[in-house]
């Protein structure tokens, strides 16, 4: 019996968490579930009048994404889920998964340098492309921190682990990734 497959794409907000997601999703033909992308819908039809709403929108953002990624797990169904999982909360969900349901987990960091996040993230919410509902941390300390501390760390199960330099968007670097994850998927029984 086959294992369904969960590609877990992580990394640093800035990363290229999302561009690699999707063209993951395209070119592997897998369902993706993506934080920000429940978030926004849910910014979008209740709104984000102050920071403390937003944030309770992010915190049901989260049980969405996970209850998503239950249900395609528990109906056998290979899929992507993407986002910033910061393993000192995600590490107890994915651990309570592996404890209700068999599955592979693949997961993908994306890493690009400090000075990239940071153009990037900043990049995105003086263009517009962010979601003016998100919480804008451009300048907190903290955040900057956090960043410039070093690579996201693993979340803490048993899974396949790849590391991606995503300084360099382009399509050739993201179909050598979704062949490298067809093996990957291949060689998992």
Known sequence: MNLPIVVLVTGHPGS????????????LQLPLTGKDQIQETLLDTLGWSTEEWARKLSVASWALLYQQVERLVCSGIDQIVESTFDPRYANAQWASLT??????????RCEARVDVLITRYQERIANGTRHP???DRSADVA???TIRQGLMAWIDIESTRLSVNTAVHS????ATIATSIKQVMANTE
């Open 171 to 174: 399509k050739e670097n993201y």
């Open 99 to 108: 404890q209700k349901y068999s599955f592979r987990l693949i997961q993908i």
């Open 143 to 145: 955040f900057l921190d």
């Open 16 to 27: 290229g968490k999302t561009t690699l997601a999707k063209a993951l999703a395209q070119a």
């Open 133 to 135: 509902g998100h919480i």
